[in-house]
Nanobody
């Protein structure tokens, strides 16, 4: 079984920073794209950032410059460094990864809450 476990969420004041981590474990042949999504109350889940196994990145316009996605392929871990946080960044953040395992496909973490106070 493949598991994605997120950590690093919490409460922070506007203008502050947080770093999210997501570790993939289980029987893994390889991992392709990894990414972060978020879902605020009453809103649909939206893309935050993605990164390929080669390191190419893509960001939502709302987080460009402020957020940085990175990965450590040796540790099967993806990170999201979030700076200059705003109250509108408040959401549950989910990591995802396309994992090549016995049943290849997109796998998701359980989510971690990020709350930014004004």
């Amino acid at each position: 079984q493949v598991q994605l476990v997120e950590s690093g969420g919490g409460l922070v004041q506007a203008g502050g920073s947080l770093r999210l981590s997501c570790a993939v474990s289980g029987i893994i042949f390889s991992i392709n794209d990894m990414g972060w999504y978020r879902q605020a109350p009453g809103k649909q889940r939206e893309l935050v950032a993605t990164i390929t196994n080669g390191g190419a990145t893509n960001y939502a316009d709302s987080v460009k410059v402020r957020f940085t996605i990175s990965r450590d392929n040796a540790k099967n871990t993806v990170y999201l460094q979030m700076n200059s946080l705003k109250p509108e960044d408040t959401a549950v953040y989910y990591c995802t990864a396309y994992v090549r395992t016995w049943r290849a496909g997109d796998y998701w973490g359980q989510g971690t809450q990020v709350t930014v106070s004004s």
